[in-house]
């Protein structure tokens, strides 16, 4: 028998947010995860899923976009 961890749990190994694992399990993303009632269930081997969001550029008032492009 396989044995699940909590969305909660998951997010405390993985080291993110229980919401973000959420949204993990609704976009399909981690195989063998189901919704137990209101609760996500995920197989304790699932493997974290690579980050696909876009990484933000940090500037201190567009200081760095300026250096880059010359203006």
């Not at 969305?7 to 694992?21: F, H, L, P, T």
């Not at 995920?42 to 008032?61: F, S, W």
Request: proline share 4%; charged share 40%.
């Amino acid at each position: 028998m396989m044995d699940y961890l909590s969305a909660k749990e998951i997010a405390e190994k993985w080291n993110i947010s229980r919401r973000r694992v959420q949204i993990l399990c609704e976009e399909g993303r981690i195989p063998g995860a189901f919704k137990l009632s209101d609760v996500w269930v995920i197989p304790k081997d699932a493997e974290k899923p690579a980050d696909r969001r876009k990484a933000k550029k940090k500037t201190v008032n567009g200081e760095a976009d300026k250096l880059v492009s010359g203006d």
